[in-house]
């Protein structure tokens, strides 16, 4: 008995361990606490920081048309909208004080407006809160505007695309299912795999349609015009925009869409999916304004963007001004999420300012400034 360490005596033993208790008690409340602000910051705070972005941006090649102050686009992608009101219009708020008062040339939408169908009430309230752009409103579909997904099933589905696309298929979901095969996979096709997958992510199975079609009639009805694989002339200008149906889930035809446009007009190629930057005929395109990545949607520190979902654009091009030699790329981060949680890729609206090019010069590629809206 008289051994035993009094209780108030403590003890090396007995007080180390209330000590390292006390330690890991306190680093996992920390841990948790962190997390869940993280987690909070994540699901409550970035997805309705909408933010307002402006980049410049001067045609490479000396092409006639564009006014010489050039045209005011405001670039909106990736409402992803399904009904979720409370969020929902704490956005459209947002657009409706970022864009008040700004005189908009064009409107351009580059697909995603829906999730869900339950959410076409505040896509069309989202653009009546938008000022009427002068020349007009422009949009392409998305892949969620034809088919909502489900995740459970996929790595499977991912790897019949990649068997796809390995077979040669273009990007088209159809193409690649068709050409997919069921034989045995090696090792290297596995690795392939694996790459193709953290370059990309994993793909949805689709596992039901959206009414794409009513979503066109009410938006055409408020006179936005989707641009399925073909061009328009904007008014008085030599400016050609040009649309692409959806590269996975629409009929993508870029050759038809450019065969109005004159070789030597200014030309801006809008695809919801960026990937469309592999077709040689992107090649004619000054400018391609384009949507799909939510920016990565969370971008970690050391890691970069986690999801791009492209196949051709490097994490860094994953978001905002890239150029490819002559063309020029602007992947829109999107204004709204699937799985409604941001990090570090906040929501955006973005006026894009497209000059002409300057004389005898290469051009000078983009400025770019952005603020909270
Ligand atoms: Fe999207």
New binding site residues.
Partial sequence: MGDRPRLDEGGPIAGGGRLHASVLWAGLGAVAGLGAALGGYAFLYEPFDVRTERVAVRLLRDKAGLPRDGLNILHLS?T?FRGADRREHAKIEQVRRATAGEQIDLLIHTG?FLHRDSGLDNILALIDSIPKPRLGAFAVS???DHVFYNLSKAPIYSWRLFRGRENGAGMGARGRLMTADSGKAGLRELLRFGRYLLQKGFDGEPVGVNDIGRLRRELEDRGMQFLDNRAVRLGETGVYLVGIEDLMEGRPDLQRGLEEVPQDAPTVLLSHNPDIIEAEAAGRADLILA??T?GGQIVLPLIGPTYTQTEQLSRSEASGYSRRGRIQVYVHR?LGE?IPVRFGAPPHVTFIRLLPALPRSGGEGARRNSSRG
Avoid: A, E, K, V
């Fill in positions: 990736d992803h995603d998305g892949n969620h949507g799909h939510h999107g699937g």
